[in-house]
């Protein structure tokens, strides 16, 4: 009795694991909105790693329109989490993890591109870089 409850939670816990990774960006954004101040952070770096994701498939695909618009994606969502990791003083130190982790792959996608097509990714890369500072200087700055 003890093994089947054990096996039928693994599913259960599966098959809802399964479905929160096929939630849309548009329903993750809704369910960040929503949530719990400090939940917050994470549920948008989620949704920016997602759309930086995306927008490295349809620049690979040749989508630039679509792929430009994924990268806006992934600044909004990163300045909502820089926003909501200061405001709740919660997940500062993940929230500028993932900010380099993005930059660093904005980076590495950039350099794949065309000269005419950089610029609108170098600003991206710009703006998550000042992002992680700001976050940086909240976490280690003199008025600390």
């Given at each position: ?14 098959v ?13 954004a ?13 549920l ?22 679509d ?40 980076r590495?996608?950039?350099?794949m ?13 710009d703006?998550?870089e ?15």
């Amino acid at each position: 009795m003890r093994r089947t409850l054990t096996i039928a939670v693994i599913v259960m816990s599966t098959v809802l694991g399964g479905a929160a990774a096929k939630e849309s960006v548009q329903q993750l954004a809704a369910r960040a909105d929503a949530a719990r101040p400090e939940d917050r952070p994470g549920l948008y770096i989620e949704i920016a790693e997602r759309q930086l994701k995306a927008a490295t498939e349809s620049f690979g695909a040749a989508k630039d329109d679509d792929a430009l618009a994924a990268v806006k994606d992934v600044v909004t969502y990163s300045e909502k989490a820089h926003d909501a990791a200061i405001a709740s003083h919660n997940k500062l130190k993940n929230t500028e993890i993932a900010l380099r982790k993005m930059a660093a792959k904005l980076r590495d996608v950039k350099r794949m591109l065309s000269f005419e097509d950089q610029a609108p990714v170098q600003a991206a890369v710009d703006r998550l870089e000042t992002l992680r500072t700001d976050l940086l200087s909240k976490m280690f700055g003199k008025g600390k």
